[in-house]
């Protein structure tokens, strides 16, 4: 069971970026998929899970209405799409696998390895 994010990079501020969070040894239909990140010399932090069923659960007010999570059953890949974005979204993105929903990183039994999401001018 493997999870591979891909889709970081260097972005000006107000930009945009879509990160892929490839799943392969399962299917989606089986695990709840979340977003996390980790910016320097601070928590991971929660973003935006969506469950089996495909309902969302956001959990991070910081990127309300820029973020959004999507998936897609036939690629077995979720997605992150990132608009508007700002220099404090400068992070290690990363997403997981767990059998529910959850805003604690280590609830959820399996983890990519991230990939790096710098914003700046």
């Known amino acids: 069971l493997q999870l591979v994010e891909s889709g970081g990079g260097l972005v000006q501020p107000g930009g945009s970026l879509r990160l892929s969070c490839v799943v392969s040894g399962f299917s989606l239909h089986l695990y709840a998929i979340a977003w996390f990140r980790q910016a320097p010399g601070k928590e991971r932090e929660g973003l935006s899970c969506?469950?089996?069923?495909?309902?969302?659960?956001n959990y991070a007010e910081s990127v309300k209405g820029r973020f959004t999570i999507s998936r897609d059953h036939v690629e077995n890949t979720v997605y992150l799409q990132m608009n508007g974005l700002k220099s404090e979204d400068t992070a290690v993105y990363y997403c997981?696998?767990?059998?529910?929903?959850?805003?604690?990183?280590?609830?959820?039994?399996?983890r990519g390895q991230g990939t790096q999401v710098t914003v700046s001018s």
């Open positions: 969506i469950r089996r069923s495909g309902a969302v659960t």
């Open positions: 997981a696998a767990g059998w529910a929903c959850s805003s604690r990183y280590m609830e959820y039994d399996y």
